[in-house]
């Protein structure tokens, strides 16, 4: 039988918590104190560990500074209101989700439906990441890429959190496909996923889409609808395109991801949602604040857990495996085997791929169409820029023009240190290992705004260590001055 324990100094509060995760099935015990936790802990190590962070001998983070203790305990915050702060919290401690006072009891049993033990997600990350090697795809997500594989461990790392994850990337480099990875790593992964592309719904629609709306709210509503919020209830909303969202109706996001509660259009009280968000933009999100698309407060709200996908043309490596693995699939559909000569594949890592992996999957899917036989030569592929620039003329009905030549400059030399080129950090060879990292920290901290929470995050090093690294540039600095 799944156990509990319940760490909260306040006597009623304990109680009553106490009952309702009993009624559901569960034993519980109950400690007042970080003294009385450890010992529990020790003596009976539970499955769920319910941990208010104000305690009379300390604060409830002190716990995890033993590993063991809960190393195979899933733990849930309990606070007094839901917050950034408190989202990065749980996000740095590993936590499995936050519970908000007074405690609502469709949330609470939502999380008590989801207990999962961390070993079991951890057993199944590990396994993904033997695939990963094996065979060159992570779940759904395909590519050996050092880039891609950054992508694979900041999803391992915030899947089996609670907090809200927002997806930055070109149009089709995979969006949906990293959001459903995070779900089904999740504990919410036996509930639904649905998808709402915020740029294809009429604006006049996008809020009765998502929120729901009662009889008679206005004209054509004959009956009561249920909201996207309602649908993915226990499970993920993956909010697509989130800068197409009217201005209006960000607010009312914002107030849900606040409070935990929205309303339908045309009602008059607010109901609880127990949702997990994912967001994702094909544009910059510190651009689209910028020019007006996004609001500030909600970006933030959002950018809990940044994950920034790459194009293909900056993972070229795997052209050649996601080529294959589209016309497997494409065979299996038709009924009817195919191959790629090996001149194909070579003119396919020759392309800059403007449409990332979407166009890559389409331009496999022309191929073999087009393909008589059970080969695909390179007749169909699109071909390298400069080879469609050079038939430009041809092609327009002009004579060949003589060819000039170019004079070639020789390549500069690469810089003596690491530096920034717009969003990219450039490390030369030769460099030192605490060059190279001092450069990366420092560009990241310029990125996320010198906020080390996020700075942290999307390094993904503790809080502590972003300090303690401030700390010694500052005093190198000061030692070369």
């Known amino acids: 039988m799944t156990h509990a324990l319940i760490v909260e100094d306040d006597v009623d ?4 918590l106490k009952a309702l995760i009993a ?5 519980v015990s109950t400690a007042s104190n970080l003294f009385d936790a450890r010992k529990q802990l020790s003596l009976q190590p539970p499955d769920i560990v319910l941990l208010d962070l104000r305690l009379p001998d300390g604060s409830g983070m002190d716990l995890f500074e033993d590993p063991e203790l809960l190393s195979n305990s899933e733990v849930v915050l309990i606070t007094g209101h839901a917050s950034l702060e408190t989202s990065i919290l749980a996000l740095r401690l590993g936590v499995a989700d936050y519970l908000v006072k007074p405690i609502n009891l469709k949330h609470l049993q939502g999380v008590l439906s989801r207990v999962t033990k961390p070993a079991v997600l951890k057993a199944e990350v590990a396994d993904l990441t033997a695939k990963l090697a094996a065979t060159g795809h992570f779940g759904q997500l395909w590519g050996r890429a050092p880039n ?3 992508v694979y461990e900041q999803i391992s790392r915030v899947a089996g959190t609670g907090v809200t994850v927002f997806i930055t990337g070109e149009s089709g480099t995979g969006k949906e496909v990293v959001a459903q990875t995070i779900h089904e790593l999740s504990r919410r992964r036996k509930m639904p996923f649905l998808g709402v592309n915020c740029g294809a719904i009429s604006p006049n629609l996008i809020e009765s889409e998502i929120f729901g709306h ?7 509503a004959d009956r009561q609808h249920q909201g996207f919020f309602e649908r993915a209830a226990g499970g993920t909303l993956f909010l697509d395109e989130i800068t197409e969202m009217p201005l209006e109706l960000q607010v009312k996001l914002l107030r849900v991801l606040e ?3 929205f309303m ?6 607010s109901q609880e949602t127990d949702v997990r968000i994912v967001a994702a933009t094909n544009r910059s999100p510190f651009e689209a604040v910028a020019s007006g698309r996004l609001r500030e407060d909600l970006m933030y709200r959002l950018n809990v857990f940044p994950i920034e996908l790459p194009p293909l043309r900056e993972r070229l490596s795997d052209v050649g495996l996601l080529a ?19 001149e194909a594949l070579e003119q396919l890592t020759c392309h800059d791929w403007p449409g990332n992996v979407r166009e890559l999957r389409n331009a496999v899917h022309r191929a073999y169409v087009m393909a008589q036989g059970t080969h695909i030569d390179a007749q169909w592929l699109p071909r390298p820029a400069e080879k469609r620039a050079a038939e430009q003329p041809l092609a327009q009905g002009s004579a060949a023009a ?4 170019v004079p070639v400059q020789a390549p500069e030399p690469a810089p003596p240190a690491p530096h920034t080129v717009g969003k990219s950090v450039v490390i030369p060879i030769g460099v030192t290992l605490a060059e190279a990292e001092q450069t990366l920290i420092l560009a990241t901290l310029r990125h996320c705004r010198h906020q080390k929470e996020r700075t942290a995050a999307t390094l993904g090093i503790s809080l502590k260590t972003l300090y303690n690294r401030l700390k010694q540039y500052n005093a190198d600095k000061d030692e070369g001055d």
């Open 324 to 342: 294959e693995h589209f016309l497997r699939l494409i065979s299996e559909q038709e009924g009817k085997v195919k191959s790629f000569t090996p």
């Open 264 to 269: 339908r259009v045309g009602a008059t009280q």
């Open 148 to 150: 891609m594989k950054r």
């Open 13 to 16: 509060s304990a109680a009553s």
């Open 402 to 405: 003589p060819a000039v030549p």
């Open 259 to 261: 409070t935990g509660r």
């Open 23 to 27: 009624s559901e099935g569960l034993t």
């Open 214 to 220: 009662e009889k008679g709210s206005f004209t054509g």
